[in-house]
């Protein structure tokens, strides 16, 4: 393995370690993130290593750097950080394969469990979704919010807490995936119709039915 490769590696454990400690931490933005002495401790690598990888993430403007006070965490939720993470990750091709086969059985467990566990709320919620991603088709645009926000009602809906808190990063690592899917001319408007089938199964508490839409909505949206 060459010098660069190896420090891409660095490069990229660093980063993903940094990403679990915010979430582990529940940091938000304004926090203080550690020391670079106590992450370089931390995740056993040199203080040199983890000054670069601070220094990238300020100049994507997720953290920020005052002078004598530390580093503090800057609005990061759902946006470069996520990504930058993810494309590091979907470079590998048996990552990426492995990513959408684990949302796939979440997913699939996830809409089965909806169907005896789902209140009111979460129809009422999936409802307004579909109504508000039907509003952006109509304009030509493409409903990527909702689509996830949908996704994320059914997950919920399961009442497993577990299930939500791994289904959440993995959806937000493999956003390129399903903002690829969404792009391709049509597929939009069908995968409208796919949710709307999804959901009715559940309404009717038809695990079976459920399951099978989910399973050719993920099959179809899966590149």
Request: net charge neutral; glycine share 6%.
């Amino acid at each position: 393995m060459t010098d660069s490769s190896t420090n891409r590696k660095v490069y990229e454990g660093i980063l993903m370690q940094l990403n679990e400690i915010i979430a582990e931490e529940n940091l938000r933005p304004g926090d203080k993130l550690p020391s670079e002495r106590e992450l370089s401790d931390r995740l056993s690598v040199g203080r040199s290593s983890v000054r670069e990888a601070l220094r990238a993430l300020e100049l994507l403007g997720l953290i920020e750097t005052r002078r004598g006070e530390g580093t503090f965490l800057k609005n990061y939720r759902h946006n470069r950080l996520i990504d930058l993470l993810g494309s590091y990750i979907l470079r590998d091709a048996k990552t990426k394969k492995d990513l959408v086969e684990m949302r796939k059985i979440l997913e699939l467990d996830a809409v089965r469990l909806a169907c005896t566990r789902a209140g009111s709320k979460h129809f009422e919620e999936m409802e307004r979704i579909l109504d508000s991603a039907w509003e952006k088709l109509e304009r030509g645009d493409i409903p990527w919010e909702e689509d996830y926000l949908f996704h994320r009602v059914i997950c919920r809906s399961s009442r497993n807490s577990v299930l939500h808190r791994i289904w959440t990063p993995l959806v937000e690592y493999s956003g390129g995936i399903r903002k690829d899917s969404l792009a391709r001319e049509g597929r939009s408007h069908i995968a409208h119709q796919e949710h709307v089938q999804v959901m009715e199964a559940i309404r009717e508490g038809n695990e079976l039915k459920a399951m099978e839409y989910m399973k050719v909505h993920l099959d179809n949206s899966m590149l």
